[in-house]
């Protein structure tokens, strides 16, 4: 399995993000937001965490039409994979590959800390390898994380089981306490919590790694 | 010609920044600001002297970049000069 990791400038979770793929025994090739192409074969994308362009306009916004990006979108609506943390998350939602928006938090304040994240579905290769309804224990780091779609939308991505995970206890207000959605494939998911932030107990968690493991078994034959 | 974008959170989006400056407008003894909703402001410097062709051009980066009209509303002022 091949995955691309994209670095926009502003970008600083590129490189956890590249190892936790290398880990669960990806191939990974870095790329620049400046490039035109993914790189021959790549299955899956991922979108870091960070600032990316300073965080100019709104979150995501400028990073969301860069140059790669029109690449990513094919990739997506050719039913590659990708996934998206935080800013990654971010850039999904201005791609339109995501619906709603990611507001600044309820509480005003950048939110740093593990919180506890209930698996609501387990119905996608980033999820399958947690058993259903689960709590996890996963890192946030965010300003604007503050889940917010119509009320149709909330219940559509409710009812078609495309929230991924929920937040135990709300850290930033998200609508129906979510805390990563899907795509209508199940191929493109974003979330706010930072599993490559959680890959060895070392590490306060190791409970990020079943994403990345679960994204390998897709592609594993058989 | 120069356009002026007005670019706001739509009616019935929590503004929690809007909040925070209408409790610190309380602070400092204003009274009786209801609310406080922030946005954004653009200034455009167009090539274009068409006042209809330059507002075409603005309106279709409002609903390519400028605004998120998932959660964001704009309005287009043409500038004097």
């Known amino acids: 399995m091949k995955a691309a990791v994209i670095t926009f400038p502003g970008s600083n979770c ?5 190892v936790a793929f290398e880990q669960s025994g990806a191939e990974v090739v870095r790329v620049w937001h400046k490039d035109t192409a993914l790189p021959a074969g790549v299955d899956v994308v991922g979108l870091p965490g960070g600032f990316s362009y300073g965080d100019y306009l709104r979150c995501g916004a400028i990073a969301a039409r860069s140059p790669i990006g029109t690449a990513i979108a094919a990739h997506a609506q050719a039913g590659g994979y990708v996934l998206g943390i935080c800013n990654g998350f971010q850039v999904l939602l201005e791609m339109g590959l995501l619906p709603g928006a990611l507001l600044r938090n309820a509480g005003l304040k950048f939110v740093c800390k ?17 058993s259903e309804g689960a709590q996890i224990n996963i890192p946030v780091a965010h300003h604007d994380g503050n889940f917010t779609a119509d009320a149709n939308t909330v219940a559509r991505l409710q009812g ?4 991924a995970f929920t937040y135990a206890q709300n850290p930033n ?9 899907l795509s209508d494939n199940r191929r493109v998911l974003g979330m706010m919590p930072h599993p490559e932030r959680a890959l060895d107990a070392a590490q306060g968690s190791a409970d990020g790694r079943a994403v990345f493991a679960g994204l390998i078994g897709a592609f594993v034959p058989g | 010609m120069k356009m002026r974008v007005i670019v706001t959170l739509k009616p ?3 503004d929690p920044q809007g909040e925070a400056v209408r409790h610190a407008l309380g ?34 980066m409002c609903e390519k ?6 959660i964001e509303s704009y309005a287009l002022e043409p500038l004097e000069g």
Do not use: C, H, W
């Not at chain 1, 590129?14 to 590249?18: F, H, I, P, Q, S």
């Not at chain 1, 593990?114 to 947690?130: E, I, K, Q, R």
């Not at chain 2, 970049?65 to 998932?70: G, I, S």
């Open chain 1, 114 to 130: 593990p919180v506890g994240l209930n698996v609501v579905t387990t119905d996608s290769a980033f999820t399958s390898g947690y």
């Open chain 1, 173 to 181: 207000g998200s609508d129906g306490d979510i805390a990563g959605i």
């Open chain 2, 65 to 70: 970049l400028l605004a998120n009209t998932v």
């Open chain 1, 160 to 163: 078609e089981g495309r929230v």
């Open chain 1, 14 to 18: 590129d490189r956890d993000l590249a």
């Open chain 2, 12 to 14: 019935g989006v929590l």
């Open chain 2, 27 to 60: 602070s400092l003894g204003f009274e009786g600001v209801n609310k406080v909703r922030q946005g954004k402001m653009i200034e455009l410097d167009l090539a274009e002297t068409d006042p209809v062709r330059a507002e075409e051009q603005a309106r279709a």
